[in-house]
């Protein structure tokens, strides 16, 4: 009887230890205010990472979120809030995040994470912009900086460093994957930066600023901005402007985001007879933009189609 009762006693101790191991391995719960970091952790957390609910998708304006029961709900189980912050998303988080009350994903707490904090950030227009003082003042702080994929390299190894914070048992996996995916990121770029040569010092239109550091990367020069302030429609005045300065300026083509209605940039690219150029933004942008490193690979593939003459929709 002891002998039973002990290999009982013994039999209950495993199922707890079990048990509780496997709620400490449990996969994090993300929730992503954009594609691209939704990508990211899903690419260095691997399956470690569990549900990942993104707030915003790459044909959406990320600034005009609206919040939804279901987002309330998933940033309220999240163990992890992933964000670009730097005024990116001002507009909304701070309301989701009241309403979700988390002290997961609270400000100050290891479930807090701004990808932006760990950029080189861009605070002026791209150099060699002619944009109006009006322009100038539209942003202080260019707040898209996966356009560069230096910034993603930087943010990856610190996204590691607060995934391993939250999941201690996790450590060798976000290591190992965050050192790959970064050993691929720069092999990829590097290749890319030498494709790319051509569009060194080209000048375009674009319908928003929203490609800074993209074009910075690649030493694209924005000559001219079709959307006076962001999500304005442009009046005829200053789309008459536009065309006129595309052949005094030697402005190539005209690119607009997948989540942009191109009207206006059409109607810029047509009178000027100039390509017309959709870019991804972001992850999820084009067919072609499955994660960061194709987001990339397309991005210039589109850019250089559009220095060739040709159009990208």
Avoid at 89 to 110: F, I, Q
Wanted: hydrophobic share 40%.
């Amino acid at each position: 009887m002891k002998r039973t009762f002990t290999a009982a006693l013994a039999g209950v101790v495993l199922l707890l230890c079990v048990a509780a191991t496997s709620a400490m391995a449990a996969p994090l719960k993300v929730f992503a205010c954009v594609p691209e970091w939704a990508s990211l952790v899903k690419t260095i957390g691997g399956d470690r990472i569990g549900t990942v609910t993104l707030a915003t998708s790459a044909h959406e304006n990320p600034d005009n979120l609206k919040p939804t029961p279901g987002l309330i709900a998933a940033l309220a189980e999240a163990d992890l809030l992933l964000c670009t912050g730097i005024g990116l998303e001002d507009e909304w988080l701070p309301s989701l995040m009241e309403r979700a009350n988390n002290p997961k994903v609270a400000k100050g707490k290891p479930g807090y994470f701004m990808a932006g904090e760990y950029a080189k950030v861009i605070e002026e227009h791209n150099p060699g912009e002619h944009g109006t003082a009006e322009q100038g003042a539209e942003e202080e702080v260019h707040p898209h900086v996966q356009g560069d994929p230096n910034n993603v390299r930087l943010i990856a190894g610190q996204l590691a460093k607060r995934l391993i914070q939250l999941d201690p048992e996790g450590k060798d996996t976000y290591a190992e994957r965050t050192k790959a995916f970064n050993s691929q990121l720069t092999a990829v770029t590097k290749e890319l930066l030498a494709k790319a040569a051509p569009l060194k010092g080209v000048n375009i239109v674009v319908q928003h600023d929203h490609s800074t550091y993209l074009f910075n990367w690649l030493g694209i020069r924005t000559a001219a901005i079709v959307e006076p302030e962001p999500n304005v429609a442009p009046g005829p005045d200053r789309l008459a402007k536009i065309i006129a300065d595309v052949p005094k300026q030697k402005m190539r083509f005209v690119i607009y985001a997948a989540y942009e209605d191109p009207a206006p940039s059409r109607y810029v690219a047509q009178n000027a007879k100039i390509p017309l150029v959709k870019i991804p933004f972001t992850v999820g942008g084009t067919p072609e933009s499955t994660d960061l490193i194709t987001f990339y690979k397309d991005s210039v593939r589109r850019l250089l189609d559009g220095r060739a003459g040709r159009e990208r929709t």
